[in-house]
């Protein structure tokens, strides 16, 4: 659809407002899981911050966040049976005279196995179920790309805004059971894109 933001942005208004937000618990197999942020391990910094996946009190498995920021470590745990999906952001802070800066690289784990690693991605974020399958942006050598099914859609960015907080966070994508919205920019241009089954 074509038109200006307000004539877009009013088609499927009233399912955006309904918005997922990200959840830190699931079942699988009938068991509870949930995902926490716990302090480092060997307890020398309390900036070195870890994020376990836990079923009934038990740690089964655990990866470094990194540095603590105002951008959330935990962004989702999933459950598609037989696997259990989490999305985390590694942050990585630095300083420059007064200024301090950060990276934040959103990493995704299928039953504890780095997706980003097994599938040669610089970054995965967005992760969420569309229509109860994988849907998810990554990033290869500066451009961002799209997956469903992890298979790629025909849909390449230099960027997608995400992980951005206070007033900035309007730019992250957004989604719901069947639908995902975010802000792309190819060149000088932003485009708006919806993806999902209205």
Known sequence: MHGTQDEVLARHSDTRQKADRKTTRAFLDGKPYSAV?????TGDSSSDLIVQVRSENEVVFSAPAGDASPVDPIRGLWVLEPHWYLEITRVTTWNDGNTVHNEAVGQVFRDGELL???????GIF???LLDGRPFYFYTVEGQVYL???HQDLPLVYDEIPHYLCCSGAEMNPAGGPNWVSFFGRRGDTWYYTEIGSY
């Not at 942020?37 to 391990?41: A, I, N, P, Q, R």
């Open 116 to 122: 980003n690693e097994r599938l040669g991605y610089g």
């Open 147 to 149: 997956a469903f099914e």
């Open 37 to 41: 942020l716990v302090d480092s391990e």
């Open 126 to 128: 967005g992760f969420q």
